[in-house]
């Protein structure tokens, strides 16, 4: 047991690293397996670009969604209603009108025949029943009586309803008063008893509904669907979404799903190498980290897993997802080239699950690219509106150029897909920015959009270092605008090596006076003590600005300048005193614990710290005495070793050089010396 936990320990980076390449492509190939992908891309109206197609086996062509809805909505309203017959006492009826007949006072004879012809006339009318009145805007020719379980098909002619009563009346009886009297007699007073049942009317309807066919024809295996070069019309249109479901289920059954599965998973596996190998041989310090390849990892998924979503459930806003996010985080956290490559991987993995695959692709990394080259300042606000602008500008020229190649024609362009690059634009620039801050969090970097922050020299640890120290504070200050200066002439980060500068020496804020730039009275505390004492004063400070730092939550990419910017050098003034007294003693009481910088911007506040601190040494500076003290300085470096670690080259290092001696000269305002 002891062995192997002993052997995952030395070999966790590697476990690891296996678990996240494992995790991601299990995922991804899962989410292209929810889509059963067709494997040719083909829209309505445009050119088969593939070789002649025929069908591999056997299928129905399937009904388009449009036209089953269509069969639904003829078979709702060619339904007739149904008006259920209920029971009424016609006797009851009798002697209710005949009252009101009586009520009117006619002779003896008229009432009599009045009687006679109320009891003809609502014995017709309760034979075949009295509706309240038709549906409005009925349509059809027919109705159905529903009569003791028994349904009997009418037409609508036939059916009396209280506003043909009148009509029904005058056709019995020939005198137009007794016509009018009994009409407004019934159209008052008679009950209805045929009353709608919308219960089998529905009923009728999901049976007719059920017996909708999907399907409106079949395919026969090696049949020719559609020749190279020809036009997708509506017919082969929906001929070819039948094979590319049909090819779905197909590719459903066990024995085909294994062989799907090997195929993503080579593919996948191979975009996944091709990120390791590059991250391996180009970032080493990321590939390295798991950390920072956790983030590109999960990034990439996260993309997948929002494109293939949306493809499943909402096609038609394909062009809404905001891929370029992805390059815009990585470029924040690493470089342009890592989020370009990362993009570009990115981009051809979903090639699988998207239809018009190149359109979609060339698209998306035209994006990326134009969002990698003009996004270069993203704490700017300005520069917000100017990124989204590209963007939009690509997608759209992009779009409309390959509409002029599929239809020769801007008459039938899509305007609602112009709208979704915008909604694309405005959220790939708005989601970048809150994503960066979720991922500092979560993952322990740091942004430009940070860095920008940390140096606020209002900040509350600044502001402490201002009260404390303000000498130190002055000095960081100066060492920050020559740091700066040189990364800029070299392309490192300079925000990064601005910020690092502002805090590398916080921890002289603990002891301040025992650091001559804070000493304004005149005394020197190092003259009461030891040669050693004094130096570990001073090295202390690189220790207690870290601890300080973590307290106050400094990211560690600032830390490291803090633990860098003497590297393992030697406190000269203290150890050449200590020499005086004692020539055998131990150098390393005098060594900073380091380490030594390890990149360009650390080592470039190395030498930006070392030349603004000894040029306060200087007396009647000149323009021979700069060069000279600059060169001496930073040559120490160089063969001391401090340097060996930084990514730097002697190009480099000769540009900061004259960068440097330029910028003293112009502290100490020299002018050319004129000859006497």
């Known amino acids: 047991m002891k062995n192997i936990l002993n052997y995952i320990y030395r070999n966790s980076t590697i476990i690891y690293k296996s678990v996240i390449f494992g995790s991601a492509l299990f995922l991804i190939v899962y989410l292209f397996l929810q889509l059963g992908q067709f494997r040719y891309d083909f829209a309505k109206n445009k050119i088969w670009q593939y070789k002649d197609l025929s069908a591999p086996f056997d299928f129905a062509i399937k009904k388009s969604q449009s036209s089953i809805e269509k069969e639904k909505d003829s078979i709702i309203k060619n339904t007739p209603v149904f008006y259920e017959k209920k029971p009424v006492d016609t006797d009851q009826i009798l002697s209710e009108t005949g009252m009101l007949i009586k009520k009117r006072n006619f002779d003896f004879k008229t009432s009599s025949k009045l009687l006679r012809t109320n009891r003809f006339l609502i014995q017709r009318i309760y034979k075949e029943g009295l509706a309240a009145s038709l549906p409005e805007s009925y349509h059809l020719p027919v109705v159905n009586i529903v009569d003791n379980q028994r349904f009997k098909e009418i037409s609508v002619d036939r059916l009396l309803t209280k506003n043909k009563l009148y009509s029904f009346v005058v056709s019995n009886i020939a005198n137009d008063t007794l016509a009018n009297f009994f009409a407004n007699l019934y159209i008052t007073h008679l009950p209805v008893n045929l009353v709608p049942n919308d219960i089998y009317r529905k009923e009728l ?10 399907n409106k024809g079949v395919v026969k295996k090696g049949s020719v669907i559609i020749k190279k070069g020809q036009k997708i019309n509506t017919q082969k249109y929906e001929i070819l979404n039948s094979l590319k479901q049909a090819a779905g289920f197909y590719r459903s059954k066990a024995s085909q799903k294994y062989w799907t599965y090997l195929g993503y998973g080579i593919l996948v ?4 190498l091709m990120l390791l190998l590059f991250l391996k041989k180009y970032r080493p310090e990321i590939y390295d980290n798991n950390i920072k390849l956790s983030l590109i990892i999960f990034n990439m998924v996260l993309m997948v897993a929002l494109t293939t979503i949306t493809v499943k459930y909402y096609p038609a806003y394909i062009f809404v997802v905001p891929l370029v996010i992805l390059p815009l985080i990585l470029k924040a956290f690493f470089d342009a080239r890592v989020g370009l490559f990362v993009h570009v991987l990115t981009i051809l993995l979903l090639g699988f699950v998207v239809n018009n695959s190149f359109e979609f692709i060339f698209l998306q990394i035209m994006a990326g690219i134009v969002s990698i080259l003009t996004v270069s300042e993203m704490t700017k606000r300005s520069n917000l509106f100017t ?15 390959f509409h002029l190649i599929y239809e020769a024609d801007l008459s039938s362009i899509d305007y609602s897909v112009l709208w979704y690059f915008i909604v694309n634009g405005v959220l790939s620039i708005a989601l970048s920015h809150q994503l960066i801050l979720v991922y500092e969090k979560l993952f322990g970097l740091v942004s430009d959009v940070s860095l920008l922050e940390l140096t606020n020299t209002n900040s509350k640890l600044l502001k402490r270092l201002s ?6 504070f002055n000095h960081s200050m100066q ?8 990364a800029n002439a070299i392309n490192a980060n300079s925000l990064l090596v601005r ?13 301040p006076f025992y650091f001559t730039e804070n000493q304004t009275s005149g005394v020197n505390y190092h003259d009461d003590l030891s040669a050693e004492d004094s130096a570990r004063i001073i090295i202390q400070h690189v220790l207690d600005g870290v601890e300080l730092a973590r307290k106050n939550n400094i990211p560690d990419r600032i830390i490291d300048f803090i633990r860098t910017h003497h590297g393992r050098g030697i406190v000269q003034y203290f150890y050449k005193k200590a020499l005086e007294n004692n020539p055998d003693v131990d150098i390393e009481k005098f060594r900073y614990p380091g380490p030594n910088p390890f990149s360009k911007e650390t080592a470039i506040l190395m030498m930006a710290d070392s030349v603004e601190a000894a040029s306060k040494s200087l007396r009647e500076p000149t323009a021979e005495k700069i060069d000279n003290f600059v060169d001496k300085i930073i040559d120490h470096q160089l063969h001391s070793g401090l340097l060996d670690n930084a990514n730097i080259t002697l190009k480099e290092i000769s540009t900061i050089k004259k960068l440097f001696k330029k910028k003293l000269k112009n502290i100490y305002h020299l002018r050319v010396e004129y000859p006497e």
């Not at 990124?387 to 150029?401: A, K, P």
């Not at 060492?479 to 040189?486: D, I, P, T």
Request: glycine letters at 8%.
């Open 205 to 214: 309807i999901n049976r007719s509904l059920s017996h909708i066919s999907l």
């Open 269 to 272: 596996a191979m975009v996944l």
């Open 387 to 401: 990124s989204v602008g590209n963007i939009l500008f690509v997608y759209i020229i992009g779009y409309l150029s």
């Open 467 to 472: 009260d404390k120290a303000p000498g130190t």
């Open 479 to 486: 060492v920050a605008n020559l740091a700066e200066s040189a």
């Open 499 to 511: 910020a690092g500068a502002l805090y590398h020496d916080i921890g002289k804020m603990l002891n």
